[in-house]
């Protein structure tokens, strides 16, 4: 998977937008103001920060090298996924599985505008 395919798995789950908050190097993928992925632009190795639950998160960085905890964020809530180095379909599931966490996360009356609600 690269950056773009990256970007438009992002972009293609229901009501996704982005933005660039943090400057011209990263872009947010936002549900409803909330943010489930931040993906670096300039960096040597592609990564980008994931939002999962703190078992979650623990679970895969045991498992996998290419996920680390975030530089920049919460550390158990969030982990830097190198993407480069998973399977596009397996990058995919986790991009999912952050935005259903946040979905989650929305209040009911929120969520039911959600079709994955």
Same mark, same amino acid.
């Given at each position: 998977? %690269?950056? +773009?395919?990256? *970007?438009?798995? #992002?972009?293609?789950?229901? !009501?996704?937008?982005? %933005?660039?908050?943090?400057? %011209?190097?990263?872009?947010?993928?936002?549900? +409803?103001?909330?943010?489930?992925?931040?993906?670096?632009?300039?960096?040597?190795?592609?990564?980008?920060? &994931? /939002? &999962?639950?703190? =078992?979650? $998160?623990?679970? &895969?960085? #045991?498992?996998? =090298? !290419?996920?680390?905890?975030?530089?920049?964020? $919460?550390?158990?809530?969030?982990? %830097?996924?190198? @993407?480069?180095?998973? +399977?596009?379909?397996?990058? #995919? +599931?986790?991009?999912?599985? #952050? @935005? =259903? &966490?946040?979905?989650?996360?929305?209040? /009911?009356?929120? *969520?039911?505008? @959600?079709?994955?609600?």
């Amino acid at each position: 998977m %690269d950056i +773009e395919q990256v *970007r438009e798995c #992002a972009l293609s789950l229901f !009501g996704v937008t982005e %933005d660039m908050p943090f400057g %011209d190097d990263f872009v947010t993928f936002r549900i +409803e103001g909330k943010i489930f992925v931040c993906l670096c632009l300039g960096a040597d190795h592609p990564w980008f920060a &994931l /939002k &999962l639950p703190p =078992d979650r $998160n623990e679970e &895969l960085r #045991a498992q996998y =090298d !290419g996920i680390t905890p975030a530089w920049h964020w $919460n550390k158990r809530h969030w982990s %830097d996924i190198h @993407y480069g180095q998973f +399977e596009s379909e397996q990058v #995919a +599931e986790w991009i999912k599985e #952050a @935005y =259903d &966490l946040v979905l989650s996360k929305l209040p /009911k009356s929120v *969520r039911i505008n @959600y079709p994955s609600a």
